[in-house]
């Protein structure tokens, strides 16, 4: 039986509402708005309250599916705008609310047409979106303009901008509808927005796990923050996220670690002692007796009664069950959900099934619950269902794309991790960066994008790689992965076409676009950065180092062969931002040590895109662009004014 969810919605019959609006509109139609009474959030998979339909955002298809559950068929995949990234429905269910955020739009379909019929322009990268609970309001967050907008819903006007903390993302709002929660990706923060004022009236900051002398155990900074659920009893909310510990050496066992946070939405506090972490409240044994690893949570759905939780880990593809009935912990792991990249979820409502949906395969893995006694035992039930019908990468791009976002040491032709710890995004927070500062032996390296790093030249802030099977050492030395494979020596066949695909993933246009800049004016830039420009190009000297169409002399760095090589260190720069945390190296094994590096020369960075990019250098010492600026140390460096800095600066933050 359905718990609750039948009696949460209340149906008020408004007469003659439409007569009411402004622009003098009459309309005797009768009006049915709905209430809703129950919390929500906005995910990449949304069920109707009967759960007779699922929705998918297939967010690089660039459509969505609509899917019968009964009878387990898709009705319809509808084309959207680029890059779906999350859903909302409006309370009715009537219509569906899709952020496009690649386009920046929000696109709606008609639930009952299953067709797209309006598109709404919202801004610079939209993710997250939540109707409000009278339906009149749809609230969107945009991940790179650090506000939500609110969008009255009669006329699809922008009414109001409610600014947030960086990268805005997913998206939770209460079941009065007073308070909107809203993670900040990377800055490990939740905005609690009071939605009647439109204001943030309090910012939840998640706290440190702190250092412990057994350096394998979870610890560091909470960043990374995925879904936000609210549980059944609207008391606490949960996010999942991941913790990086930026203190010693990067290693695979040491550096990043999954987590669940607990949010007491009375107080609008973390429940510190509450965080479900591995080795403590995660720590579900296999048959060897060893705790099993889990990596890159994704999402939550819970139990309709509240006594269980299920999260999605999408890196190492399980689903781990927590008995809140019985102190909390997590008591089973389904080592893997069938499929690719398991990344959202939901619940039916009578708590039997849970429908996964996997970002990478594109269909949705179904999982038998068992009930909801204590003792029941989650497993997977029947094949998956596929989604879409053609998927517009390349074989090559999706294989590589897979195997980016994947911690599953089990898959592929060898493990791109060793014991399911690492995917590449667990660094490369959804293929990007995570603002942190890692410890590596040559000292603190900045994370950095991965937006155009194929066409950047040399890899690396040192320019010490030359070609992408070079992460051999990134696999090998990070993640754990690989160990059987000699540096020095070609790769098998078939890992050697694990890197080529990923390879073809990051030179895949469409994989990375480079962030809009908010800094120009209708795409133009403004009458301060052009004059920032003439000074980049004349006085500020910058082209000699940051020329060319990706803003940097790095490309040059080739041999004879017209390849990159790392042998070219005359285009690796000292500009004085080496500290004394800075080693110099002997190289690598896969260079077969032709690329020492004296630890202060660095690579130049691109500069297209690096407005979104902050800390900067290779130690993210640098906070703001004029830093960077002010702390250039080169023979013949120009002496620029306060004024002439600020200028080049706004011209700097405008390049795309
Ligand atoms: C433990 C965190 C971590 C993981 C996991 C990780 N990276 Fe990185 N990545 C970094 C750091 C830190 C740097 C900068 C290192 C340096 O310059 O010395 C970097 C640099 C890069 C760069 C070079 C950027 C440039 O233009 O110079 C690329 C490309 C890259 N990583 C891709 C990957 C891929 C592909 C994977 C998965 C196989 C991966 N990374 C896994 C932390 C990580
Ligand atoms: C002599 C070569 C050279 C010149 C000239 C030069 N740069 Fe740089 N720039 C570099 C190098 C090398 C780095 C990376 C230093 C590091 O990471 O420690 C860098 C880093 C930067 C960064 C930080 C990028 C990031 O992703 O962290 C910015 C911004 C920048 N430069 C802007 C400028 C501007 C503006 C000018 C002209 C006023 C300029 N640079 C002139 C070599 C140069």
């Known amino acids: 039986m359905r718990k609750g969810s039948l009696f949460s919605i209340l149906l ?12 003098g509109v009459t309309s005797s139609k009768e009006k049915t708005e709905m209430i809703r009474q129950k919390a929500v959030h906005s995910n990449n998979i949304l069920s109707t309250e009967k759960g007779d339909m699922i929705f998918t955002a297939n967010m690089d298809i660039n459509t969505v599916s609509i899917t019968d559950v009964n009878k387990m068929k898709v009705l319809a995949e509808i084309p959207v705008g680029k890059e779906p990234v999350q859903l909302a429905l409006s309370p009715d269910e009537k219509t569906l609310y899709v952020s496009c955020r690649y386009s920046g739009t929000v696109d709606l379909i008609s639930v009952k047409d ?17 109707t409000s609970q009278d339906g009149q309001k749809l ?21 109001n901008e409610i600014k947030v903390g960086d990268r805005p993302r997913t998206l939770a709002l209460t079941a009065d509808g007073k308070k909107l929660y809203v993670p900040q990706y990377l800055e490990g923060t939740i905005s609690v927005v009071d939605t009647k004022k439109e204001k943030v009236k309090k910012v939840i900051p998640l706290a440190e796990s702190p250092d412990q002398s057994d350096r394998k155990k979870s610890q560091g900074i909470p960043n990374t923050l995925e879904q936000i659920v609210i549980a059944p009893d609207g008391k606490t909310a949960w996010v999942a996220h991941y913790l990086t510990n930026i203190d010693t050496p990067i290693h695979f066992e040491e550096t990043v670690f999954p987590a669940i946070s607990v949010i007491d939405l009375e107080k609008d506090k973390e429940i510190v002692d509450k965080r479900k972490e591995l080795f403590a409240e995660i720590n579900v044994t296999d048959k060897q007796n060893q705790t099993m ?11 309709s009664d509240g006594n269980k939780a299920y999260v999605v880990m999408s890196g190492s593809e399980d689903l781990v069950v927590f008995d ?16 690719n990249n398991p990344r959202g979820a939901v619940i039916s409502p009578d708590d039997q099934m849970i429908y996964v949906h996997n970002a990478m395969s594109h269909d949705i893995a179904t999982i038998d619950t068992g009930g909801d006694s204590s003792y029941a035992r989650v497993k997977n039930a029947g094949d998956n269902m596929k989604l879409i019908k053609k998927d517009p990468l390349s074989p090559l791009v999706r294989e590589g794309k897979t195997i980016f976002y994947s911690a599953n040491s089990e898959e592929f032709a060898t493990d791109i991790t060793g014991n399911n710890w690492m995917s590449c995004v667990s660094c490369h927070s959804d293929g990007e960066l995570n603002g942190l500062t890692l410890t590596t032996p040559k000292g603190p390296r900045n994370l950095p994008s991965n937006v155009l790093t194929t066409e950047t030249g040399l890899f690396m802030w040192d320019g010490s790689r030359d070609d992408f099977t070079d992460y051999l050492i990134t696999v090998q030395t990070e993640m754990g992965g690989m160990m059987k494979y000699k540096q020095n020596e070609p790769l098998p066949k078939d890992v050697q076409h694990m890197y080529d695909a990923m390879f073809a993933f990051l030179k895949e246009p469409s994989s990375f676009p480079v962030p809009k800049s ?9 009458q301060v ?28 760095a080739v041999g004879k062969d017209h390849k990159l090589t790392t042998d070219r260190t005359d285009f690796l720069h000292d500009i004085g931002t080496a500290s004394s945390l800075d080693q110099p190296s002997d190289g690598d094994g896969r260079a077969q040590f032709t690329n020492p590096r004296d630890g202060k020369s660095f690579d130049t960075p691109t500069l297209r895109g690096v407005w979104a990019t902050a800390p900067y250098f290779h130690d993210g010492s640098a906070k703001t662009i004029e830093e960077t600026i002010e702390r250039h140390q080169y023979e013949s460096a120009p002496n620029l ?8 600066a706004e011209y700097v933050r405008s390049i795309e």
């Open 324 to 339: 809140l009935k019985r102190g909390g912990n997590a008591v089973q792991i389904l080592r893997r959900i069938e499929g």
């Open 114 to 130: 299953k067709k797209k019929i309006d598109t709404i322009q919202v801004g610079n990268e939209p993710f997250g979106l939540l």
């Open 139 to 159: 609230y969107v967050a945009k991940f790179r303009e650090d506000s939500v907008s609110v969008i009255n819903l009669h006329d699809q006007k922008i009414v």
């Open 641 to 648: 004014t306060k004024g002439e800095i600020a200028k080049i």
């Open 529 to 556: 950065a052009l004059e920032g420009k003439e000074l980049f190009e004349g006085k500020g000297n910058c082209l000699s180092c940051h020329g060319g169409s990706m803003f940097t002399d790095s490309v040059k």
């Open 12 to 23: 008020i019959l408004t007469m003659g509402m439409m007569a009411a609006c402004s622009n």
């Open 293 to 303: 690893i889990v990596s890159n949570p994704a999402d939550i759905v819970f139990q």
């Open 518 to 526: 908010p800094y120009r004016e209708n795409g133009k830039l403004s």
